[in-house]
Antibody, heavy 122, light 109 residues
Framework: EVQLVESGGGLVQPGGSLRLSCAASGFSFSSYWMSWVRQAPGTGLEWVANIKVDGREQYYVDSVKGRFTISRDNAKNSVYLQMNSLRAEDTAVYYC???????????????WGQGTLVTVSA | EIVMTQSPASLSVSPGERATLSCRASQSLGSNLAWYQQKPGQAPRLLIYGASTRATGIPARFSGSGSGTEFTLTISSLQSEDFAVYYCQQYNNWPPGFTFGPGTQVDIK
């Protein structure tokens, strides 16, 4: 069974840092691009970042560039999101998701974790 | 930046009836569109990619159509488990990113 389990969320003050982790199982992790997608309370979905199979390419939504860093450890079947200089508007449930690649194109996200809540507040 | 809109914002449908949800893009996507279902307290679930290809395990009552800037998700006969929020998502301009629509809430009438 494919499974993604996030951890590391919590309450942090504005300007603080937090590191999210996502542990994958049930599939060949090192063969998949991975993403983080967030959802602010009561709102829609926002893609945050993704990382190539070997970790050599990363892409980010403009609002987190320079503050967030996505990384992975294929030996540990894990992907991470280091979040620095956190703002109130970063408050959200953060989901780890597996990218679905079709004929060389990332199309969508076909497996999701249960999410971890990040709250940025004084 | 590609902006996604969805209509209606909410929809009340009786079980067994058809539901038709719309998604519009601010510029042409070709067929580079996906649909998701999200129930309260749960992660999203991929339904459709490539505008019309059902993801693994998705029932045939879910179908997607459209191309360019106008897309439709049709649920042919709503079941009790289909009441949820539905999001569209474009992947035409990656890199750099992917964009979701604001969602359509499908409620029981």
């Amino acid at each position: 069974e494919v499974q993604l389990v996030e951890s590391g969320g919590g309450l942090v003050q504005p300007g603080g840092s937090l590191r999210l982790s996502c542990a994958a199982s049930g599939f060949s992790f090192s063969s998949y691009w991975m993403s983080w997608v967030r959802q602010a309370p009561g709102t829609g979905l926002e893609w945050v970042a993704n990382i190539k199979v070997d970790g050599r390419e990363q892409y980010y939504v403009d609002s987190v560039k320079g503050r967030f860093t996505i990384s992975r450890d294929n030996a540990k079947n894990s992907v991470y999101l280091q979040m620095n200089s956190l703002r109130a508007e970063d408050t959200a449930v953060y989901y780890c998701a597996r990218d679905l690649v079709v004929r060389g194109v990332i199309t969508s996200f076909d497996c999701w974790g249960q999410g971890t809540l990040v709250t940025v507040s004084a | 930046e590609i902006v996604m809109t969805q209509s209606p914002a909410s929809l009340s449908v009786s079980p067994g009836e058809r539901a038709t949800l719309s998604c519009r893009a601010s510029q042409s996507l070709g067929s580079n569109l996906a649909w998701y279902q999200q129930k309260p307290g749960q992660a999203p679930r991929l339904l459709i990619y490539g505008a019309s290809t059902r993801a693994t395990g998705i029932p045939a009552r879910f179908s997607g159509s459209g191309s360019g800037t106008e897309f439709t998700l049709t649920i042919s006969s709503l079941q009790s488990e289909d009441f949820a929020v539905y999001y569209c998502q474009q992947y035409n301009n990656w890199p750099p990113g992917f964009t979701f629509g604001p969602g359509t809430q499908v409620d029981i009438k």
